[in-house]
Structure formats: structure tokens, C-alpha cells
């Protein structure tokens, strides 16, 4: 039996040894150091290069999450208890549960059809009925680059500067990914990376936030190591965090900014052999870059199965509880007896995942949209169907830099095969 071939898993240049051994035969073993402003200028230099026009001059912060990330940018934007921020709802947990970390509350957004990512028209309607409903305005915005496919940032930033609302762009998983040939993450207020294991480049665990300017950054810097005040002793005026990255990790960032291009053009390459392999195959729709404004770093490949589509053993879905978890956690989920619950993705989904499975592949549904999560129940939410439907009918497939051409036609003829004709 061949390897398991997973999700997204990162893949080492050689280099990261090199800028580790520094750290520790200099003994930079703490949370700052020379790996650390190294792995943030090459971010700046990253994200601050544009097709055709001059660089931007955009700061960025090294932190131990992109959660972390979310968590300062919130309070960067003054988010305090009571305080509402509005989010889109298709997206993993951190994007929002950090607003509640502040005892501010969510107010999710669902999603266009075409990015899949935040509806700039329900952000607005939701915008005006926040403020009729509460006579206050929501404190942020946050769009989120779903599997790396660009949000709608010219419209979206087009309301959020009508109504004067800062936007803080979640591109953790669209590290790489551009709007108009200019990088996610720089068109809003602030910006978050991620540099998971699973993510575009790995620093094991880590984040950053990219900042407007060297004084909003110094201001992340400072609530990221615990809000110190310059006393020769600890004096502390604000609630602060322990989130700076450690410089052990950032060398690790360092010797994957080195291959970050190649990784970026592997999955876009991996995107088209799946476009390629399955265009001929009724009932599956590969997600696509929607226009030409749109640079998707395709993290993660994502398919749309017809609801009349049959995969054979469709009829088992859903029949046994599980005991591991996604992404993953298993081990470090809770137990659950019940194999079901009221919004899930169809039998014919599940049944794809379980034959890729037993061909050794890792697939994953979309992520669950956060007003349907039970955790949320009582936030509000603008919702137009769009997220919970491709909930509903998506599936993740394999994109990493492990994925070899020979890998997607395996995937690929598994998916063929696993329909009942
Ligand atoms: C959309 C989104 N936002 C935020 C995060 C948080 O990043 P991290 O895992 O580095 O805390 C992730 C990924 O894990 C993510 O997928």
C-alpha cells in the first residue's frame, strides 16, 4: 500500500537546520532574536511586492498563531466587552473565537457563490441593521481567503471605508494568494498569517500580522509580550499577551521563505492536473478562481458533488460514530455517541471521504459555517444559504508539496472509481 497521502503537510527546504543551528550556538533560544527580524523582513519583502506597480510599505509581526494574530488585531481595533465584530461564517473557529475572547460578540456573514468568501452585499445590509437594531457600529470587519481563494476586498473595502469600519483580513490560509496582482492581507487595516503545520510554510506553529506602519506594529510588538511599561522593574498598565514568536521557530520561517514561490506554484499546479483529471466527470465541479482579479494559492483543492451524485456505499454514511477527529485531533476531541447531527455534508460526501480513506487518502469536508456551529446558537447572523448548502456538497482534497503528479491521477481515479455508475 502506497503512502498516506494527507491534506496539506509541509515540506522542509534543508535550510531550516542552518538558521536553527545559529539560534542555539548564538543561545537565541527566547522569543525574539536574529531569526525573528530575519523571518519578518522577508514577510515584508513578501507581502509587500505588487505586479506592476511600486511596493508597499506594509510592517509585519511574528506571533506564536495566526489565533493569536486575530486576537491583537482585534484589540488594535479597540474591540472590548459588548462590542460587536462582523465575520464571515464559512471559516474555521479562530477566526471568530477570539472576538470572543474579548466578550465582544460575533455577528457572522454568510458567502458568495463565486469566492466562496465573504457577500459584500449582506455585509452591508448587516452593517445598516447593526446599527438600526443597536445604535452602534460593529467594530471590525473580517473576511476570510477560504482555502486560499481571495475574498471580494475591492467592494469589501469599498463599504468598510463608507462606514469607517476597519478590516482585518484573515488570510491565514491565503498566504501567497493576490487580489489584482497585490498580496492578502495588505489591503485592510491588518492582515493574519498563519505558519500552521499544515499551512502554505510552516514554522511547526506560528503567525504574524501584517501592520499599516512601524507604530501600529511597535503596538502589536508590545501587547504580544505581556504590555511592559519602561521601568527598571515590571510595571504594567495594560492587560498584555504572551504571543511573540520564538526564534527557534523563525528560523524554521526563514529556511521556508526560501521555497515559498516553488511551494505556491506546486499547488497551483496540483490545482490544474485536478481540473484537468476531472472535467469529464459529471456530478463533480472542481472551485475555480472566479475572475481574473482573483490569484488563489489553491492551500487546499476543493470539489462540489451533485446531490444526485451516487458514490457506492453511500448507504453506510453516517452509520458508525467516530473516533478520531479531523485535522488531526484525535485524542484530544471529546467523545460523542452520536454519529449524526442537524447540518452535515451529504451521505454522498461522507461516502466519498470514507472510500478515499480506505485508499489511503486524506480528504476533509468544508468547514462547518460558525452561525451553524452550537457554540454560536445565539449570535447573530445574515445568512443567504450559500455556506451551508457548499457545506453541504464539499469535499478537501490533497494539495500539499508532497502531492506528486502520479498522486493526483491516484486520488483522482479513487474519486472515478468510487462512483456507482
Ligand atoms: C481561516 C483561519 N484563520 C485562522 C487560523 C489560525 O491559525 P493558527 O492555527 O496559526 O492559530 C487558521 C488556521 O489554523 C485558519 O484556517
Known sequence: MRDRILLCLAHMSGKEMDFIKEAFDQNWVVPLGPNVNGFEKDLEDFVNRREGAAPLHKKVVALSAGTAAVHLALIACGVKAGDEVLVQSF?????????????ATPVFVDSERESWNMDPELLEEAIKD???????????????????????????????????????????????????????????????????????????????????????????????????????????????????????????GRGQMTIVDEHIAHH????????????????????????????????????????????????????????????????????????????????????????????NIESRPLWKPMHKQPVYKDAPAYVNGVSEALFKVGICLPAGPYVTDDDVRYITDAIKASIQR
Not at 471559516?91 to 466578550?103: E, K, N, Q, V
Not at 451524485?309 to 488531526?328: D, M, P, S, W
Open 268 to 359: 497551483k499546479h496540483v490545482q490544474a492536473l485536478y481540473e484537468e483529471q476531472l472535467k469529464d466527470v459529471a456530478g463533480i465541479t472542481m472551485h475555480c478562481n472566479p475572475g481574473p482579479e482573483y490569484d488563489s494559492n489553491y492551500w487546499l483543492c476543493t470539489a462540489t458533488l451533485d446531490p444526485d451524485l451516487r458514490i457506492k456505499g453511500q448507504e453506510n454514511a453516517y452509520k458508525q460514530v467516530i473516533t478520531g477527529a479531523v485535522g488531526g485531533a484525535a485524542g484530544v476531541t471529546h467523545a460523542t455517541s452520536t454519529a449524526v447531527t442537524d447540518c452535515q455534508p451529504n451521505d454522498n460526501v461522507e461516502a466519498l471521504r470514507m472510500a478515499l480513506d480506505a485508499a
Open 130 to 252: 447593526r446599527i438600526a437594531k443597536t445604535g452602534r457600529k460593529p467594530k471590525a470587519i473580517i473576511p476570510v481567503a477560504l482555502y486560499g481563494m481571495p475574498y471580494r476586498i475591492d467592494k469589501i473595502m469599498e463599504i468598510a471605508n463608507r462606514y469607517e469600519i476597519p478590516v482585518i483580513e484573515d488570510g491565514a490560509e491565503g498566504f501567497g494568494s493576490n487580489f489584482n496582482g497585490q498580496a492578502l492581507g495588505t489591503f485592510g487595516e491588518y492582515g493574519v498569517l498563519s505558519f500552521n503545520g499544515n499551512k502554505m510554510i510552516t514554522t511547526s506553529g506560528g503567525g504574524a500580522l501584517v501592520c499599516p506602519d512601524a507604530d501600529k506594529a511597535r503596538e502589536i510588538l508590545w501587547y504580544a509580550t505581556q504590555a511592559r511599561e519602561s521601568y527598571p522593574y515590571y510595571q504594567h498598565e495594560a492587560i498584555g499577551y504572551n504571543y511573540r514568536m520564538s526564534n527557534i521557530c523563525a528560523g524554521i
Open 91 to 103: 471559516t474555521f473557529c479562530a477566526s471568530s473565537h477570539p472576538i470572543t475572547y474579548l466578550g
